[in-house]
Each structure stands twice: as structure tokens, then as C-alpha cells.
């Protein structure tokens, strides 16, 4: 059963924007404290992108502060991830999770989030 599902990556050039989507099933969506959006690029560990916490706290990582914008529609039960002045250091394979346990990203591994989607690919090209 899939869970959560990633839609919009892409190829763009540098200075492009991209955006992402998450749908996530209603019960993961209504129990989860924290989602995020996480990412891997080859031979790299993952790594934290954004993530909203249930009352709307936004968390970002330095390397895309003032770029990168997370948000939820709780109606349509979605993760977004608004990426705005890409560079190729962005190219990377972009997840989103969630939990029902993590109160915020600053104090959780990245281990420690139960459910995840499949991953959409984002490119950045010069």
C-alpha cells in the first residue's frame, strides 16, 4: 500500500525553480507530528531538506534557508516543497517522510522517521 507519493522533480537549469508535491495518505497525514523533505545525491548520505511540524513550525537546513519553502494543505491532506534559486549543488534525489512520534526535525535522526515516499529526481543543470 503506498503511502505517500512524491510528484514534480525534474530537470531544470541553474537559477530555475521546481516544486514538489507529496500526497500522503489521510491517516499517516492526521497522525503524523512532523513531515519533512529529505534528500540524497550519489555516494552521498541523506539529508535533511525542510520540515513542518503539525502546528505549522517550519524547520530548514542552512544550505537552503530563503530558497527552499515547506508547506501542507491539510485539506488535500499534501506536502509541498517550494525550490526557488537551484543550483547544481541541489541535484539530488528528494523524499518526503513523516512521523507520528518526532516532535521536530532538530531533535530527530533521520532513521528515526517511520513512513517514506518513493522519490522524485531533481537535476540542476549549468
Known amino acids: 500500500q503506498v503511502q505517500m507519493v512524491e510528484s514534480g522533480g525534474g530537470s531544470v537549469e541553474v537559477g530555475g525553480s521546481l516544486s514538489l508535491s507529496c500526497t500522503v495518505s489521510p491517516a499517516i497525514y492526521r497522525s503524523s507530528s512532523c513531515m519533512g523533505w529529505f534528500r540524497q545525491a550519489p555516494g552521498q548520505e541523506r539529508e535533511a531538506v525542510a520540515a513542518?511540524?503539525?502546528?505549522?513550525?517550519?524547520t530548514y537546513a542552512d544550505v537552503v534557508k530563503g530558497r527552499f519553502t515547506v508547506s501542507k494543505d491539510n485539506a488535500k491532506t499534501t506536502l509541498y516543497l517550494q525550490m526557488n534559486s537551484l543550483t547544481p549543488e541541489d541535484t539530488a534525489m528528494y523524499y518526503c517522510?513523516?512521523?507520528?512520534?518526532?516532535?521536530?526535525?532538530?531533535?530527530?535522526?533521520?532513521?528515526?522517521?517511520?513512513?517514506w515516499g518513493q522519490g522524485t529526481q531533481v537535476t540542476v543543470s549549468s
Open positions: 513542518i511540524e503539525r502546528d505549522g513550525t517550519t
Open positions: 517522510a513523516a512521523d507520528n512520534t518526532i516532535a521536530t526535525l532538530e531533535r530527530a535522526a533521520i532513521a528515526d522517521f517511520a513512513f
